[in-house]
């Protein structure tokens, strides 16, 4: 088993990580400062003797005693609300907060797997987008905050990659789902829910013909797992193939998400309906 940190560890997907990650026997060290994470996403795990968690901003000196094997750089705010919000600690997190976590992965000869996002393709002119595709980005526009802080920090990742023969992977999320999302994220799926549960009109942007590559959190974890592990050292997108074909399919051993949309809503839905309960 291995000894793994997760920065951002007790955000949406972060946490979902740090679950399967304890699930499968590793010894897990999450770092968050809760910035956008939540203390109950990482609540169950806290009497898991294999499981530290250590309340720090990673844009700070990172110490972690002992060996690493790995290292999962999640820490970012991730939905517009977020980094239109919080655009200097996005661009901060993305720079800084990237350069210190490669620091310790060189530090501890650790692989280390950088959570980016289709969001460094901009507002993209092809579709769907591939990985060979450069984007079209406006770095200073308001979302521009979010797009070059990923931009920058997989430039910086190949670059440790190509100088210190860093052993580095690049996931480029897409549309993701599922249970830990907060209510008040601002992305589609949390909105509908909410808004429905609330007996409110449900709010559809635009004129509603935009398409998503819906995919259900735990798919996502799998296919981060798979590509962690992997000898594949370029970023590889992770989406639901029912919007976009992506690469992968075919380096992640025929990956493809296994939680139907219609399924992974209704536990989404039913996540949402005791949290609010809760908060009632």
């Not at 002119?125 to 979302?143: A, C, F, M, S």
């Not at 992977?169 to 993701?176: A, E, G, S, W, Y």
């Not at 007996?199 to 013909?209: C, L, P």
Request: net charge neutral; hydrophobic share 40%; aromatic share 10%.
């Amino acid at each position: 088993m291995a000894r793994i940190l997760v920065t951002g560890g007790a955000g949406f997907i972060g946490s979902h990580l740090c679950e399967r990650l304890l699930g499968e026997g590793n010894d897990v060290i999450c770092i968050d400062n809760f910035l956008t994470g939540s203390p109950d996403n990482i609540a169950p795990f806290l009497g898991n003797q294999r499981f530290q968690f250590i309340q720090q901003d990673v844009t700070n000196f990172i110490y972690v005693p002992g060996k690493l094997d790995a290292i999962l750089h999640f820490a970012s705010p991730a939905s517009p609300i977020d980094y239109l919000e919080k655009p200097i600690q996005t661009l901060k997190v993305g720079s800084l907060g990237t350069h210190k976590v490669l620091g310790l992965a060189k530090e501890k000869k650790a692989r280390i797997l950088l959570a980016s996002t289709s969001e460094v393709y901009g507002d993209p002119l092809v579709h769907p987008q591939k990985e060979d595709y450069w984007g079209n980005v406006n770095p200073i526009g308001p979302r521009g905050v979010y797009d070059e802080a990923k931009r920058f920090a997989e430039a910086i990742t190949m670059a440790y990659q190509r100088y210190h023969g860093l052993t580095t992977r690049i996931v480029r999320i897409f549309n993701t789902f599922g249970p830990r999302m907060r209510k008040e994220d601002g992305r589609v799926v949390p909105n509908f829910i909410a808004q429905a549960l609330r007996n409110e009109d449900v709010t559809v942007y635009g004129d509603g013909g935009q398409t998503r590559s819906f995919c259900y959190a735990t798919d996502l974890v799998e296919g981060i797992l798979r590509l962690l592990w992997s000898d594949y050292p370029t970023p590889v997108n992770i989406g639901n193939p029912r919007e976009m074909t992506v690469l992968a399919r075919r380096v992640l051993n025929d990956w493809q998400p296994t939680v139907p949309v219609e399924e992974g809503l209704q536990r989404t839905i039913a996540y949402f309906q005791k949290k609010m309960a809760e908060e009632a």
